[in-house]
């Protein structure tokens, strides 16, 4: 799967982001509140507004303080993935179970140096575990390999039944490294720049659909 991230778009034409990625399996939408990281985005207005603007599946990544506080109102507004950072919330199972209960899949990011295995339990109550391959706060960063050990890790645990999640990454994502993130087990690709600065984005995203399937093809004999 793919998933563009309207981060990298021309905020004054925003339905014009959502209308150019055709074709997109999520449209990711990177909510930021200028506390929890040094960057401040869009709210629950501008995601009610891109809702009315598509039918692609919306999947907002919260990176903000108290998503206890402010993640259900994503969900009730027609998200379809709401993913809040285990940095930042407060009761983690509480915020999953009130997405859920409000029609959304719960989505669990982590940032790049936090450890996966301390939530392998936490992660029973989630439906999508968002591994973070830069700094969350900024597109157009470099894509940090190092993160792959945990998308492998999670990978098995989710190959052998211990795990029920969808696995996601974002941050870096391009041509050049997405077939190492396939290789590892990656569901579900977040890409800013690398479809939103190419000429034809939904071009760009079967681009990326392609290389991901043919280098993770293994993974499926
Ligand atoms: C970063 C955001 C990402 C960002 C990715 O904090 O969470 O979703 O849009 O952008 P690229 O693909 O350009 O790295
Ligand atoms: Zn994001």
């Known amino acids: 799967m793919i998933a563009p991230s309207i981060l ?24 930021m509140d200028g506390h ?16 009315a603007t598509t039918d692609i599946p919306m999947d907002c990544h919260l990176m903000i303080d108290d998503p206890d506080r402010w993640a259900v109102a994503y969900a009730e507004a027609g998200a379809h993935n709401v993913t809040v950072h285990v940095e930042a919330a407060a009761d983690p199972v509480k915020v999953a179970h009130d997405l859920r209960a409000a029609g959304a899949l719960a989505g669990l990011s982590i940032k790049p140096r936090t450890p996966f295995e301390p939530y392998v339990e936490l ?8 591994v973070m391959s830069v700094e969350p706060g900024f597109g157009g960063q470099e894509f940090r390999s190092e993160v792959l050990e945990k998308v492998r890790t999670a990978r098995k645990l989710v190959d052998t ?11 870096g994502i391009n041509a050049d490294t997405i077939e190492q993130a396939a290789e590892a087990g990656v569901d579900c690709f977040v ?7 190419a000429e034809h984005p939904a071009r760009a995203i079967r681009a990326l659909r392609e290389s991901a399937a043919a280098a993770s093809a293994h993974l499926r004999l």
């Open 8 to 31: 990298a778009a021309d905020f004054a034409r925003l339905a014009d982001a959502t209308a150019s990625v055709r074709g997109a399996d999520w449209l990711h939408v990177d909510v």
């Open 36 to 51: 929890f990281v040094p960057n401040l985005t869009i709210g629950l207005p501008v995601v009610e507004a891109l809702l």
């Open 123 to 130: 992660l029973a109550h989630y439906d999508t575990l968002l």
């Open 161 to 171: 039944g211990r795990l029920k999640v969808l696995i996601e990454i974002d941050g």
């Open 191 to 197: 890409a800013g720049s690398a479809v939103y600065n």
